[in-house]
């Protein structure tokens, strides 16, 4: 519980959209709850840390019965049966190293429940942005469809007056064509990416999901702790490994020392008839001492020797996740800057489209209109809408990455 409260927190930092935080931050919320991956990482941990309760435990307690089919004759009579027990005990310490060593294991499986917390915040988020893309493309093709139908509208009372060609309506209508087309593949992608973004719920497929209004394109870099990097769970997990090695070598060294046991043998004896004495028919009790002693020790000289090559595998390991995650967080540190210049210029470009539009308004006013020009600058306005949406959608995609990174 503790864990999921610092991932809404991570989530309260992470979004920095007055319109959409709230509504991303309750599907995070939920997916968190939900998810039944982050269910099975919950229950290997609770496997884990009852394996500690395992730990503690002795040997088995040894207990024989033995009966005398031929019974042995004695001073005191002769001897019918007996029972043994023995309970070997381990070294001082043993039982204490193992449960610091199942309590270590379990520390490096709690942060598998981190890493798919972390994974999962990162995957809504992805999946929520690629959902506001694909609405404001159709949206943008709404308006561009709109547009077409005005010049059409103006192109049939060219026709009128003979000065545009038929042809010029048949184009514009045929461009209207491609507009539905497209709009009606986003309505598929739309839907097959809200299935996605539902399944990460755990919900019905079908659920609607309600997105941001629209999203801005902040103006300026923002503050970016790679500093933090370091406290990453997939980097902590090596150390909670690491810890859990040595912790492996100290129980190993606790088992290499000899065991202490007690035992108990007692034989029951029968009376010797037709004679009277203090101990006759007297039964024995003889209590018992062994030591176990591992004189053939090869097992835990290589335990020792696996344990100090695992430690440089997990250090080798850690070194190289520490690598590609700051790699990683480099390429989409570049790709929120590329996306912010992009969308910069795409701005620009969109003004200038705008502009001439405006001027062949005024020349259809004045008698004179290129339809030809019409389809070029609806080309031209919709490409630089699309690749707006697209930087806008990449710029958050990559604080995506950014935030599961440093947060």
Known sequence: MKQIKSIFILCSIFFILKGNAQQLQTLIEEGLTKSPEIQLFELKHQVAREKVNEANTLPNTQIGVGYFVSEPETRTGAQRFKI????????????????????????????????????LVASVSQSYYNLYALKEKQLVLDENSALLKTYEELALTSVEVGKASAVDVLRLQMRQNELEQLKQVLEQDYLAEQTVLNKLLNRDKNKEVIVADKLIMPSENELINSEN????????????????????????????????????????????????????????VMPMVSVSIPIFNNKYKSKTKQNELLQKEINVQKQDKLNRLETLLDKAIKKSNSARISYNTQTKNLKQAKDAETILVKSYETGTIDFNDVLDIQELQLKFQINQIESIKTYYLQRTIINYLTN
């Open 84 to 119: 043994s027990a023995k309970q070997m005990l381990p070294s001082f310490g043993s039982i204490t190293a193992r449960e610091n060593y199942k309590n270590a294991l379990a520390d490096a499986v709690y942060e598998d429940i981190a890493i798919a917390q972390r994974k």
């Open 229 to 284: 990097l370091a406290l990453h769970p997939e980097l902590l997990k090596y150390d909670k490994l690491y810890e859990s090695v040595e912790k492996s070598e100290l129980l190993n060294k606790k088992e290499s020392s000899p065991m202490l046991g007690f035992g108990l043998d007692y034989i029951a004896v029968s009376e010797r008839p037709n004679m009277d004495f203090s101990d006759n028919g007297k039964d024995i």
